[in-house]
């Protein structure tokens, strides 16, 4: 069987267990409306009030102030919310939540539901708005506290921020998270002092939180303090090793107490991290040149040089320690956080990974259709963009992007390689193989890019071509299996030049010997030389390596027929015409006509009634 060319490759849980009351109440809604579990529409919009549940809750609410159950309707959404947050449908997740506060306004963890929500959606202003209507109901939540002065800072409103994380810290003296946001927030107000103080009480209360003693060095080597200093950024250090910014506030400390050796063994290792970091570089050839300490930083920072006195972006700082634990969601509140204050490239980067990962390729796609219009010259955007349609068979607009790639750098073969199997994708094959051919010229020692030229040829019906393209590729790769696979396959449908197509198949064969595909072959190469026994040895092998394949189950019938076991070889077309009918997935290859399948089962069938 031919292997198909190289197309573009597509690449909340619910844990609680919810009381009875509401359990009957869901049966009273949805068996009154006649509606089935797969019937229930995402929509935040369907209206339950003549459900008999809901008019049965209104009027026991009309007759008495205190009710034994919950409106059903907040059951209904927040059924629907989970749904949705368990396919990461976080934006239709929200909605729900905000059904289920306002018909059940007074429990606590579904306003702190709902506002997290909108936080990890980028919707801060109606979270605001919620968090400061939820606070008037339940004014000492900490969750609510703490997104609700979070976006505050994010937005710039420094004071009100600070007001709301005092509110935290007065309730719960040991919040750390509190306490060192504060301090960031003091800090960018240059009342470094009082910073200091936040950063102090943070690190009583979490002694080992990597960042919490990352700020707390940079506030003692402002306040000049060096030993100090020098304390809380090893121990940040030591706790988080790739923490690059406490490794260059170790350094610079160490210099500053004229430790030049250590200094410059902690600058070899952010060489080694970061190669191309100038700084560093200016730094370690000042010290080999003085061979001692710069007594003199730059004016302007009486402690700090300018390569370390930008305030580092804390929210950033947080977001990377949970994406590098995999806690994805909780990064997603933070990246959120940090566009709030300022749009630039790394959070979007980073959070069209998260939605990928959890198969949100949409919403991926718009995060990087956010970097392109950040940096629309950058050509690493432009082809991450240009992947993420294909995964979402959107190849019309990859095919957009990657011309416009191809504009930018015409002479890239590898921009050429990745158009044409675009065009591959949405069965432009003619412009597929002049573009193919355009990758060739650019690089001709390329196996793969003969293999694919000579795929396309095939398929547009031109075989010399396709024989000519697998042979280059071969002569480049002796072990290009697939090519060799490709050949022999070649030859035998075509009837001739059987004994090189079985040269071609042990080939192929000896380098990828549990191919299913390629066992197919070498089974249809036996039965065009007269050999079905042998070729049946090499199909039912080849059945044991692959998935159910059409092609595959009609060489089958056809190898069956000749051995005059018709009920088997009916048996094995019936298979193939059902696999070529109901496919899994657009097959791409070869695929048995249905009408020559249906004809080879009514040859089959008249042949057995004959043998009765």
């Not at 890239?412 to 432009?428: G, P, T, V």
Request: aromatic share 8%; proline share 4%; charged share 25%.
């Amino acid at each position: 069987m031919i292997v198909k060319a190289c197309e573009l490759k597509s690449v909340c849980r619910v844990t609680k267990e919810f009381s009875r009351t509401w359990g009957i109440l869901f049966v009273l809604l949805f068996l009154a409306n006649c509606t089935t579990m797969s019937d229930i529409p995402s929509s935040t919009s369907t209206d339950l009030s003549s459900s008999y549940a809901v008019r049965s809750f209104e009027k026991k609410k009309q007759l008495s102030r205190t009710l034994g159950t919950r409106d059903p309707r907040s059951y209904y959404h927040y059924l629907m919310a989970l749904n949705a947050e368990k396919g990461y449908q976080l934006e239709q997740a929200a909605s729900h939540y905000k059904e289920v506060v306002q018909h059940d306004p007074e429990t606590e963890r579904f306003q702190e539901k709902w506002i997290r929500l909108l936080l990890r959606t980028g919707q801060l202003d109606e979270a605001v708005r919620a968090g400061q209507n939820a606070l008037s109901r339940f004014p000492e939540n900490e969750e609510i506290l703490m997104i609700l002065a979070d976006i505050l800072a994010g937005q710039g409103k420094t004071e009100q921020a600070i007001t709301q994380y005092d509110r935290i810290i007065q309730t719960s003296p040991d919040n750390a998270r509190a306490l060192l946001l504060k301090g960031d927030l003091l800090e960018g107000l240059e009342k470094f002092d009082q910073a200091l103080e936040e950063y102090k009480k943070g690190a009583l209360v979490e002694p080992k939180n990597p960042l919490v003693q990352f700020y707390l060095g940079r506030a003692y080597l402002r306040a000049d303090q060096l030993k100090d200093a020098e304390r809380s950024l090893a121990i940040a250090v030591s706790l988080k090793p790739n923490l690059l910014q406490a490794r260059h506030h170790l350094a610079w400390v160490l210099e500053r107490q004229g430790r030049t050796m250590e200094a410059l063994k902690e600058y070899g290792l952010l060489l080694k991290l970061t190669p191309d970091n100038e700084y560093i570089k200016n730094r370690v050839s000042l010290l080999h040149s003085s061979g001692a300490l710069d007594h003199n930083p730059p004016q302007g920072f009486q402690t700090i040089p300018s390569g370390l006195a930008k305030q580092p972006n804390i929210h950033m700082r947080i977001a990377t320690i949970y994406f590098e634990q995999t806690l994805y969601m909780r990064a997603l509140d933070e990246f959120q956080l940090v566009l709030a204050g300022r749009d630039y490239k790394d959070p979007h980067v980073l959070m069209a990974r998260i939605y990928e990962t959890h198969g949100r390729l949409d919403k991926a796609v718009e995060e990087f259709e956010k970097l392109r219009k950040l940096e629309p010259k950058s050509l690493d955007i432009l082809l991450y963009t240009a992947r993420l349609y294909s995964l979402m068979k959107k190849t019309q607009n990859a095919v957009v992007l990657l011309n416009e790639a191809v504009a930018m750098e015409p002479e890239n073969d590898q921009l050429q390689h990745s158009l044409a199997l675009a065009y591959m994708a949405q069965d432009e094959d003619d412009k597929a193989i002049v573009t193919m051919r355009k990758a060739l010229t650019l690089n001709p020692q390329k196996d793969s890019y003969y293999f694919e030229l000579g795929a396309l040829m095939e398929k547009s019906g031109d075989y010399k071509g396709a024989i000519e393209n697998m042979r280059q590729a071969i002569e480049l790769n002796p072990l290009h299996s697939n090519a060799h696979n490709f050949l022999g396959y070649m030859y035998a449908l075509e009837g001739y030049d059987l004994d090189q197509a079985l040269e071609h198949l042990k080939k192929a064969l000896t380098i990828q010997p549990r191919n299913g595909y390629f066992l197919d072959s070498l089974g249809w190469i036996y039965f065009k030389k007269g050999e079905p026994k042998k070729a049946l040895t090499q199909i039912q092998k080849a059945l044991i390596y692959t998935e159910p394949d059409p092609v595959l189950y009609d060489h089958l019938g056809d190898i069956l027929f000749s051995l005059e076991n018709y009920d088997e070889a009916s048996g094995a077309w019936r298979n193939s015409l059902f696999l070529t009918v109901n496919p899994k997935e657009d097959p791409g290859g070869e695929m048995p006509d249905p009408q020559t399948l249906k004809n080879k089962i009514d040859k089959a069938k008249r042949l057995l009634q004959q043998s009765y």
